[in-house]
């Protein structure tokens, strides 16, 4: 819809239009003075200062939004956050733009939104679907404006700067003039020649607080098990002199489960920590790395079979004999 088709239905239903953003106020006085918009009414356009002396009956309000996305805007006004309007009963809002695909959840909580102000909602037919992207003809009247000799397509998924490419090659452009690299590709320009002449490493940057780059896959890998599974905490003290567990193993968990409901699965961990250390204690090669990850092992597979969930396992072991104490 046509910014002139609403100045005209306004007209003819005796309302006046309130453009509340200033980049739409600036489209239509750029329109009206080059003539391609005309004001039905000298007194159409009302002011954002009128708005509060007219009644809802008598107005017609203009939300473009940001981008032309009015979604947020529109959201602020059935929620009475917005700062001149706030949708009430009787109210119908028109959403005459498009959303892209990507955007399906964003309109339904904000058509919900506007239900719940009491208000109506009308949209554009979903038959059509309005792109804010060049068509293939608008990009190859580009290159005949420009005669560039060496293209880089930049917009979308590999498939779209493929297309892009078929669609310069059309026209004239050879192939070997155009380039989709790789993330980290270098492309130089000398002599009039353009080519990929190597790579430098790229890929996501973590940002952790005021540190960058200094976590990596293997922590956040552990935060994620931490947020979904929780954790499961063994604590048990052995005399590796003597070959035996000194204290019953102790079962700590946080977010994995609760522990006065819990009090048989966490017992049989402890058991499962006992048997595997003692174990390990037996044999005549000792390694604290391997008894550790021996403990995991046995404990990951019990669980999972358990309760399906795969927590982070902590094995807290402590050696004890007659003269010092250290934990490992």
Request: glycine residues 6%.
């Amino acid at each position: 819809m046509r910014i002139q088709q609403v100045l005209d239905a306004a007209a003819a239903t005796n309302r006046r239009v309130v453009l509340t953003g200033r980049d739409v106020q600036k489209i239509v006085q750029t329109a009206i003075k080059m003539d391609y918009l005309h004001l039905p009414k000298d007194d159409i356009l009302a002011t954002t200062k009128e708005l509060k002396e007219l009644k809802p009956e008598e107005t017609v309000i203009l939300e473009t939004g940001k981008m032309g996305e009015p979604l947020k805007s529109l959201d602020r006004m059935a929620t009475s956050r917005h700062r001149l309007v706030h949708i009430k009963s009787g109210d119908l809002v028109y959403i005459v733009t498009t959303p892209s695909h990507a955007m399906e959840t964003a309109v339904a909580r904000t058509k919900d939104a506007i239900y719940r102000a009491d208000g109506e909602v009308k949209t554009v037919t979903d038959k059509f679907h309005v792109s804010g992207h060049g068509t293939r003809t608008d990009l190859q009247l580009m290159q005949n404006l420009l005669h560039a000799e060496n293209l880089i397509p930049v917009q979308g998924e590999y498939r779209n700067l493929s297309a892009h490419a078929e669609a310069l090659h059309e026209i004239g452009v050879p192939f070997e003039n155009i380039f989709i690299p790789k993330v980290g590709d270098i492309i130089s320009y000398a002599k009039g020649k353009m080519n990929i002449s190597g790579t430098v490493p790229a890929g996501n940057t973590m940002i952790d607080g005021i540190g960058v780059g200094d976590i990596g896959n293997i922590v956040l890998r552990d935060r994620k098990m931490l947020s979904e599974d929780g954790i499961l905490i063994a604590v048990v003290t052995i005399d590796r002199r003597k070959k035996r567990v000194v204290a019953r193993p102790k079962i700590q968990s946080r977010g994995f489960v609760y522990i006065k409901t819990s009090k048989d699965l966490l017992a049989e961990c402890g058991q499962i920590v006992k048997d595997t250390i003692q174990h390990n204690l037996d044999e005549k090669k000792f390694d604290w790395g391997d008894l550790k990850q021996d403990v995991r092992d046995k404990l990951s597979r019990y669980l999972f079979d358990q309760t399906k969930r795969r927590p982070v396992i902590l094995p807290v072991i402590m050696e004890v004999n007659q003269n010092s104490a250290k934990r490992q």
